[in-house]
């Protein structure tokens, strides 16, 4: 008896359930971003005076991280709760029905017994079933955020043939007619830049803050990849490849 009204309750409570505990795991993670940016810059914060909007943008976090579990919490209550009440009530009804067979000689009163006796052994796998079913919806929520992340394309892939036999690279370091913009900035920055630091040398780079200085070397490293023109270390291009570039290149 109990097992139609289960699995219908579990269908009714499998997507409610899931996005619920995604909800809940979402806001956790922007309450815990929100303490990590406010420990990390804490001398930034104590030096503008901001101590009372970071704490309302905090209060206001973690209220939505509260709100969030305790919607969770009623409705895996409640899906337990349900799932308990099916299982007692048709124990209920085969103790009923079976006290009434008993009385009218339909059945043995041992069984009565033997029957009851079986269908409790029965109970706790049926009502564990439910619980089974809500974890699986709480892990699938966790699953899903996890393979957002690891499915991520990178912004910045190696060309098919690239040379992945590179261990080390000493030598050179140029970089011709490069010109690089953020995707938010009005221009670019470096513009048509062009420099040779030979091996063993160094090279001080000064200007304006936002002139492209700490750009030049996530260009350089490849944190970025220029639109025109090329950075290569030792004659190695890290602009969309790690080929070595031919003399027509």
């Known amino acids: 008896m109990p097992l139609p009204p289960l699995s219908l309750l579990a269908y009714k409570f499998n997507r409610k359930i899931m996005e619920q505990s995604a909800d809940m795991q979402a806001a956790i ?3 815990t971003s929100r303490v990590q940016e406010f420990t990390a810059g804490i001398r930034v914060v104590k030096a ?23 919607r969770f919490v009623r409705s895996n209550s409640l899906f337990g709760a349900l799932s308990t009440g ?7 009804v085969s103790v009923i029905l079976g006290g009434i067979m008993v009385l009218k000689n339909i059945i043995t009163l041992g069984e009565f017994v033997a029957f009851n006796t079986y269908l409790s052994l029965l109970m706790g796998p049926i009502e564990n079933l439910g619980k089974v079913v809500n974890l699986l919806q709480r892990g699938k929520a966790s699953e899903l955020r996890l393979m957002e992340i690891l499915n ?21 370091i140029e970089i011709r007619n490069l010109t690089f913009a953020y995707p938010e900035a009005p ?11 030979p091996k063993g040398s160094s090279l001080a780079i000064v200007g304006r803050v936002g002139g492209g200085k ?14 025109r023109g090329r950075c290569l270390l030792t004659g190695v291009t890290s602009m969309r490849s790690r080929c070595r570039p031919s003399a027509d290149r």
């Open 214 to 227: 700490s750009t030049l070397v996530h260009l350089l490293v490849r944190l970025y990849n220029p639109p």
């Open 187 to 197: 221009g670019p920055a470096p513009r048509d830049i062009s420099l040779k630091v």
């Open 152 to 172: 991520t394309q990178p912004d910045i892939v190696d060309d098919a043939s690239a040379d992945d036999d590179i261990q080390t690279l000493e030598g050179d």
């Open 29 to 31: 993670s922007d309450l």
């Open 86 to 92: 099916i299982v007692g009530f048709s124990f209920l």
């Open 48 to 70: 503008f005076i901001q101590e009372e909007a970071e704490r309302r943008l905090f209060t206001r976090d973690n209220r939505r991280a509260v709100d969030m579990n305790r």
